[in-house]
């Protein structure tokens, strides 16, 4: 099929109907670099009570973690692409392969303008309603993701999970949101507004307490719980931040090499945090002072591709960072770089604010 300009978050299927995420900026330009999501239950079928959507010939399983990474090498290895700065090859389809396109901002558009046929649906309505009036941003600026893009969502079990576009629309959304949250008459609240946030969830980070992790993510302002009273359900609420296309800019390049050199642990000052929202999640930094691995003093920037870690850290923090030291070779500079991905010590990687106020 025609394959138009596609972004972070929006989604591709293949013949077999599974589905993909767009993943990030940077691609190849034959290809996009991805994360498997989704697969019908004729492909792939889940041990995990989490993983179940749909129901009949609609029913899909979601991939946790690496499954969908470790699943594409196993079965289907044509759904990988070649990534010339790493040197490897990565979860990814190619423009030929691509069966289907759907994109957050036009089905979020088209769930608006329909009479919602279900609780979901109307909560999603309600939801944007207020977001909009209080905020002053438009329905162009935001799109779904998840079940809802998909349509295979549960009406009294299902999330509502936003994008929204732009840096700037992230900004007065998170400061509407924080508004919102104080307001005793408003139907949201700030999911990490407690510590029972965190009850009953499955840690596994070894240096990242559950508690810092609650720390974290109260601040972050994006993570909502909506009080529904149509469906008498409080429904976990969440807003991904996704580029604008103007501030979408590739750095993909097929001279750029990226090399790991080891294990760090360092502590840095953060030095700019714009692109910290995104994925993957970027901070410039000035390194303080290196613990663990190699003493290199050009460590330019941390770059983050696990969920937990987006908008870790702001402007002028002081952060604890542990992960993979990396060497950036470009046509006109070679910097160090720290970054956290999936890897055989996934569990040891962590960002975090050194002093938590």
């Given at each position: 099929?025609?394959?138009?300009?596609?972004?972070?978050?929006?989604?591709?299927?293949?013949?077999?109907?599974?589905?993909?995420?767009?993943?990030?900026?940077?691609?190849?330009?034959?290809?996009?670099?991805?994360?498997?999501?989704?697969?019908?239950?004729?492909?792939?079928?889940?041990?995990?009570?989490?993983?179940?959507?749909?129901?009949?010939?609609?029913?899909?399983?979601?991939?946790?973690?690496?499954?969908?990474?470790?699943?594409?090498r196993k079965k289907y290895p044509?759904?990988?692409?070649?990534?010339?700065?790493?040197?490897?090859?990565?979860?990814?389809?190619?423009?030929?392969?691509?069966?289907?396109?759907?994109?957050?901002?036009?089905?979020?558009?088209?769930?608006?303008?329909?009479?919602?046929?279900?609780?979901?649906?109307?909560?999603?309505?309600?939801?944007?309603?207020?977001?909009?009036?209080?905020?002053?941003?438009?329905?162009?600026?935001?799109?779904?993701?998840?079940?809802?893009?998909?349509?295979?969502?549960?009406?009294?079990?299902?999330?509502?999970?936003?994008?929204?576009?732009?840096?700037?629309?992230?900004?007065?959304?998170?400061?509407?949101?924080?508004?919102?949250?104080?307001?005793?008459?408003?139907?949201?609240?700030?999911?990490?507004?407690?510590?029972?946030?965190?009850?009953?969830?499955?840690?596994?980070?070894?240096?990242?307490?559950?508690?810092?992790?609650?720390?974290?993510?109260?601040?972050?302002?994006?993570?909502?719980?909506?009080?529904?009273?149509?469906?008498?359900?409080?429904?976990?609420?969440?807003?991904?931040?996704?580029?604008?296309?103007?501030?979408?800019?590739?750095?993909?390049?097929?001279?750029?090499?990226?090399?790991?050199?080891?294990?760090?642990?360092?502590?840095?000052?953060?030095?700019?945090?714009?692109?910290?929202?995104?994925?993957?999640?970027?901070?410039?930094?000035?390194?303080?002072?290196?613990?663990?691995?190699?003493?290199?003093?050009?460590?330019q920037r941390i770059v983050s591709y696990v969920e937990e870690?987006?908008?870790?850290?702001?402007?002028?923090?002081?952060?604890?960072?542990?992960?993979?030291?990396?060497?950036?070779?470009?046509?006109?500079?070679?910097?160090?770089?720290?970054?956290?991905?999936?890897?055989?010590?996934?569990?040891?990687?962590?960002?975090?604010?050194?002093?938590?106020?």
């Amino acid at each position: 099929m025609a394959c138009s300009k596609l972004r972070d978050r929006d989604a591709l299927l293949t013949e077999e109907g599974m589905i993909f995420r767009v993943y990030g900026y940077s691609h190849p330009s034959n290809a996009y670099v991805c994360d498997l999501e989704y697969a019908p239950v004729s492909v792939f079928k889940s041990k995990d009570s989490r993983a179940i959507r749909g129901e009949g010939k609609q029913t899909y399983y979601k991939f946790y973690s690496d499954q969908g990474l470790r699943f594409v090498r196993k079965k289907y290895p044509q759904y990988t692409v070649w990534y010339a700065p790493l040197q490897t090859r990565l979860v990814g389809v190619h423009k030929e392969q691509i069966t289907e396109i759907r994109k957050p901002n036009q089905t979020f558009r088209h769930l608006l303008e329909e009479r919602p046929g279900d609780s979901l649906l109307q909560a999603l309505q309600k939801l944007a309603n207020i977001i909009l009036n209080r905020s002053g941003l438009s329905e162009a600026d935001f799109g779904v993701f998840g079940s809802l893009l998909h349509g295979f969502y549960h009406p009294l079990f299902s999330d509502l999970d936003l994008v929204l576009y732009g840096k700037e629309k992230l900004k007065r959304l998170r400061e509407t949101l924080g508004t919102l949250y104080l307001d005793e008459a408003s139907p949201l609240r700030n999911e990490f507004q407690t510590e029972e946030a965190l009850k009953d969830k499955h840690w596994r980070f070894v240096n990242y307490s559950p508690r810092e992790h609650w720390w974290h993510q109260r601040r972050k302002m994006v993570y909502s719980l909506f009080t529904d009273k149509m469906s008498g359900r409080i429904i976990k609420t969440e807003f991904e931040p996704v580029k604008e296309w103007r501030e979408n800019h590739s750095e993909y390049n097929l001279n750029t090499r990226i090399t790991r050199k080891g294990w760090i642990r360092a502590i840095a000052q953060v030095t700019d945090d714009s692109e910290a929202p995104f994925m993957p999640s970027i901070c410039k930094v000035e390194p303080e002072k290196i613990l663990e691995g190699v003493k290199v003093d050009d460590i330019q920037r941390i770059v983050s591709y696990v969920e937990e870690f987006r908008m870790q850290a702001e402007k002028n923090e002081e952060v604890y960072v542990e992960g993979n030291l990396e060497q950036v070779v470009t046509s006109t500079e070679v910097f160090h770089q720290i970054t956290l991905t999936y890897g055989p010590r996934y569990y040891e990687q962590v960002l975090k604010v050194q002093r938590l106020s």
